[in-house]
């Protein structure tokens, strides 16, 4: 199904600062499993109710072309990225817009079967000993969509591998999608949370280059 993109620019960053959020419509949101919870992982609709949770690695519609995540695969973040995704969430409801989660805590199976189907360091990150980013639960991948859930303009589509692709990429980028990604970023770092500078869709939360043991938890 083509989705219809939403051709209006993000509110600049006053606006997300001095607006009010309003609260979002929470629905229950089933407990982590035990294995999760140990790790320290928690479901982002405990922390954005209103996200959008689009996985693509749990469909085949991403670059190696497979479902590599289960089908009721769930978004989990470590806690350390509660205040900050909250953040921004509050902030970019505050304006009209929602968080689009794209990929959250993946696997370190998954990072090796990504790394088996596209063998390229400057595609896919080669999986070694430790965790840290998405596989330690502390990076997300995102995009921004109108508050009824139609996705904005943000230059590319998810896992583009291009220079158009850069957060500040500006050549063959229009107008409408720069300043689409400046006020996703705006809303992020609100939250202490910092953009990878290759990937417009990526934000670490803290201590996300930090080497760690292997996280044992699935996706559920």
Known sequence: MVRRILVRAVLPLAA??????????????????????????VDIRSVVP??????RYATSDNFVKQRLYPTNARCLVHSS???????????????????????CYRPH??????????PDPNW??????YARSHEAGRSVDVTLASSDGRRLDMGTKFDDFSARAHAYATDGISAVAVANRSGLRSAMQAGGLSQYSGEWWHFDGPGAGVERPILQAGLN
């Open 16 to 41: 997300l600062v001095v607006a009010t959020p309003t609260a979002a419509v929470a629905s229950p949101v089933p407990s982590v499993s035990a294995t999760a919870a140990a790790e320290g992982l």
């Open 124 to 129: 896919v990150a080669k999986p070694t000993s």
């Open 81 to 103: 990225m509660v205040n900050g995704l909250r953040t921004a969430g509050d902030r970019l409801r505050s304006a009209g817009y929602r968080l689009v989660m794209w990929d």
């Open 50 to 55: 209103d996200a959008i949770v689009d996985l």
């Open 109 to 118: 199976s998954v990072q090796v079967r990504m790394y088996q189907v596209v």
